[in-house]
């Protein structure tokens, strides 16, 4: 059975940096977040009932999501927000763990911001959690999305905080410095973990 490699972090601390480096050695990465992007999508299997929460407003004239409507509703309305997670979580779950299935290999990585939240962690052999200063992960993330300050302190200010994250995670791996300094040491612990897993 594939074990898998749970790692998350903030919005901007490195978790596709790490994440990328696993793929480099060979091992397959499944990312959350992109196959939540694609819930919404006609052909998802949770399509309809996702739209059907919020109504025919959520259709766009060509039959795909208004995701604009719906962030919208989803952004005012609390619950509205929790029945939609309701749908495209089990959705993501289940698709995560098909893939895991699928890629055959003795070991794959999932890269999911909200690995503690949604309790995808118990599914993982070992975690890892990318720490990173708030400041540095909004100098980055304002380069990486070209967008600004405030806008990325919203997200961080939804999420998890560091401390929790690290007293959660089996691993921790810092990123306050170098790209360079973050890849090598980012390749130690790849190798320390496939010796310990595969
Ligand atoms: P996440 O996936 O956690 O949001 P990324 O891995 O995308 O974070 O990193 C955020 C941005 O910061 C990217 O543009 C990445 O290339 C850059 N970055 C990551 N680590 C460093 C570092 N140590 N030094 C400089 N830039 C970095």
């Known amino acids: 059975m594939t074990r898998i490699v749970g ?7 490195g978790k596709s940096t790490l994440t990328a480096r696993f793929a480099e050695s060979g091992v397959s990465v499944i990312d959350a977040d992109a196959i939540a992007r694609t819930a919404l999508t006609p052909h998802s299997p949770c399509f309809k009932q996702a739209i059907d929460l919020f109504g025919s407003d959520a259709l766009m004239p060509d039959g795909t999501a208004n995701r604009r409507y719906i962030a919208s509703r989803v952004f005012e309305h609390t619950d509205l ?33 909200l690995l503690f939240e949604t309790g995808y ?4 052999a070992c975690t890892i959690a990318v720490l990173c200063s ?4 909004i100098a980055r993330v304002v380069i990486r999305d070209d967008t600004d300050a405030d806008a990325v302190r919203a997200r961080i200010s939804a999420q998890m905080k560091d401390e929790i994250r690290a007293q959660l995670a089996t691993y921790t791996i810092r990123n ?6 973050f890849l090598a040491e980012s390749d130690a612990l790849i190798e320390r973990i496939r010796k310990e897993l595969e």
């Open 7 to 13: 790692v998350t972090g903030g919005i901007g601390s």
């Open 81 to 113: 927000r929790e029945a939609l997670n309701g749908i495209v979580h089990p959705y993501v779950l289940t698709e995560m763990l098909r893939r895991t299935e699928a890629c055959e290999a003795a070991l794959a990585v999932w890269d999911v911001p």
């Open 121 to 124: 962690d118990a599914f993982c």
């Open 134 to 137: 708030e400041e540095l992960r």
């Open 176 to 181: 306050e410095s170098t790209m360079t300094a």
